[in-house]
Nanobody, 115 residues
Framework: QVQLVESGGGLVQAGGSLRLSCAAS????????VGWYRQAPGKRRELVAA???????NYADSVKGRFTISRDNAKNTVYLQMNSLKPEDTAVYYC?????????WGQGTQVTVSS
């Protein structure tokens, strides 16, 4: 099993920045992909960014050039640096880990961007 702890959400003004963290523990050797998802009220959960065990990344078109996903293997942590935040980025952000066996979700962290 994999346990995930997310942190870093909060309230920020438009144009500001936040960095989300997703710390993993447990069977981390089995992790293939780590993704950040978000879900706004009344909307479906969507993929924001993902990073593979090989370091490849991909981003939703809406965040390209503003968000950066990265990882610190020594700390077993994946980060989502969010710059130039917009009110439409407001959502609960979730970390998801895809392993060789199962997918695991974090508890979510609220990001609110005020205009």
């Amino acid at each position: 099993q994999v346990q995930l702890v997310e942190s870093g959400g909060g309230l920020v003004q438009a144009g500001g920045s936040l960095r989300l963290s997703c710390a993993a523990s447990g069977s981390i050797f089995s992790i293939l992909v780590v993704g950040w998802y978000r879900q706004a009220p009344g909307k479906r959960r969507e993929l924001v960014a993902a990073i593979t065990s090989g370091g490849s990344t991909n981003y939703a078109d809406s965040v390209k050039g503003r968000f950066t996903i990265s990882r610190d293997n020594a700390k077993n942590t994946v980060y989502l640096q969010m710059n130039s935040l917009k009110p439409e980025d407001t959502a609960v952000y979730y970390c998801k880990v895809h392993t060789t066996m199962y997918d695991y979700w974090g508890q979510g962290t609220q990001v609110t961007v005020s205009s």
